[in-house]
Every structure is written in C-alpha cells, then in structure tokens.
Nanobody
Framework: QVQLVESGGGLVQAGGSLRLSCAAS????????MGWFRQPPGKEREFVAA?????SSAYYADSVKGRFTISRDNTVFLQMNSLKPEDTAVYYC?????????????????WGQGTQVTVSS
C-alpha cells in the first residue's frame, strides 16, 4: 500500500499563490504516476496535473496550464500561481501504477485525504 499525506491548502485572494505538498510512503516503488485532482463544490472530481515518478514527465489540464507547476523529490508539489475563484475546490493527490491513463481518477489506486483551497474574488 501507499500512504499519502497532503498539506498546504488554505484561503487566498484571486491572483495569489499556494503550494500544495503530498508526501508518499509505503510501497513507493509501485508508483508510476502521481497526480493532483480537484473536486469543486457540487461537481465531479477532475484532473489537474500529473507527473511520472521516474523521469518527471509532467502533464496539465488546459485550465491550469501556465499557472500551475507539478514537481517532485520524495514529495510531490503543486505550485499554484495566479489563482482564480474557479480554482476553489478540495484538492487530492493520488498514485497509480503502470497502465491506465494519468487523466482518469478511476485509474488511480491510492488517494490522500484532500486539502481545501479557497480563492476569494
């Protein structure tokens, strides 16, 4: 199993920045992708960004491209700049093994507890 602990959410004004962290432990050798997803109020969970555990290839949703940056060492980070009110959501990190698609929540095996990000206008 993989355990994930997120931190870094909070309240920020539009145009501001936040940095989310996700620390992974356990069977980290089984990780192929680590992703960030978000779930806005009343909506379904959606893809934000993903990174390969080896090689550090990064992928982004169109809505965050150019504003968010995913990176990792032994912790995966999501640097969020130029935040907008529509970025308000609970943000989750998740891991998947080899196979499947980094874009779909259903292909991820382990999930963090989620951290609230609220962007005020």
């Amino acid at each position: 199993q993989v355990q994930l602990v997120e931190s870094g959410g909070g309240l920020v004004q539009a145009g501001g920045s936040l940095r989310l962290s996700c620390a992974a432990s356990g069977r980290i050798g089984s990780i192929y992708h680590m992703g960030w997803f978000r779930q806005p109020p009343g909506k379904e969970r959606e893809f934000v960004a993903a990174i390969t555990w080896r090689g550090s290839s990064a992928y982004y949703a169109d809505s965050v491209k150019g504003r968010f940056t995913i990176s990792r060492d032994n912790t995966v980070f999501l640097q969020m700049n130029s935040l907008k009110p529509e970025d308000t959501a609970v943000y989750y990190c998740a891991t998947k093994g080899y196979g499947g698609n980094y874009y779909y929540p259903r292909d991820y095996n382990y999930w963090g507890q989620g951290t609230q990000v609220t962007v005020s206008s």
